[in-house]
């Protein structure tokens, strides 16, 4: 059997689209800016718990569309995928940060769990080797904490709409970071064997 290194394993989860998990961050996060216009705060508080804790599983079916397919078995096995959903698990485990100041003051929801979760980008970064999992965690950190404390009123619309501002600018971070490896492999020249 042969046995792919650490190396073979992070260029190949490296060269995955990385699309459905964002996309469906920046569905969930719309839904809850809306419900933030139209709904009472303790409505928004609810649709915040079970919208961020289900953004895994709409990411597993939008992956089915855009190719990364989560759930396909035939995939060889990667320890990165396996280190990848360590840090999902990772953001929900920061819910034992965000439900105590919860209890204290409900309006630090968006503002903990808008932070917390994004978190994750951080070690994703590391593992593609690329700069926009930095740029997501550190610029929503930034806006989101900027927000609680800029717009008290409207933590629970602000924050949502600025989170899904920096999803739809890491998409097309993502994109565009497909698109120049695509086009990269296109101009290598090619070597005869």
Do not use: C
Request: charged residues 15%; without cysteine; proline residues 4%.
């Amino acid at each position: 059997m042969n046995k792919r290194t650490l190396e073979e394993q992070r260029i190949e989860f490296s060269n995955q689209k990385f699309l459905a998990t964002p996309l469906a961050g920046l569905i969930v996060w719309t839904i809850i800016g809306f419900v933030g216009i139209f709904f009472s705060d303790f409505i928004v508080v609810w649709s915040i718990f079970i919208g961020t804790g289900s953004i895994v599983y709409l990411a597993m079916f939008i992956s089915k569309y855009t190719g990364e397919d989560f759930l396909d078995k035939t995939k060889p096995k990667n320890e990165f995928d396996k280190l990848f959903f360590f840090t999902v698990g990772q953001a929900l485990l920061a819910y034992s940060i965000a439900i105590p100041f919860f209890i204290i003051d409900y309006s630090s929801l968006p503002m903990t769990v808008g932070i917390l979760t994004g978190l994750m980008w951080l070690p994703f970064s590391w593992i593609i080797n690329h700069w926009v999992g930095i740029f997501h965690a550190t610029f929503r950190t930034t806006i989101v904490l900027a927000l609680w404390y800029l717009l008290p009123e409207y933590r629970f619309i602000a924050i949502p709409f600025a989170i899904v501002l920096i999803y739809i600018i890491t998409i097309g971070i993502l994109k565009n970071r497909g698109n120049k490896e695509e086009s990269g492999n296109k101009n290598a020249p090619q070597h005869n064997i």
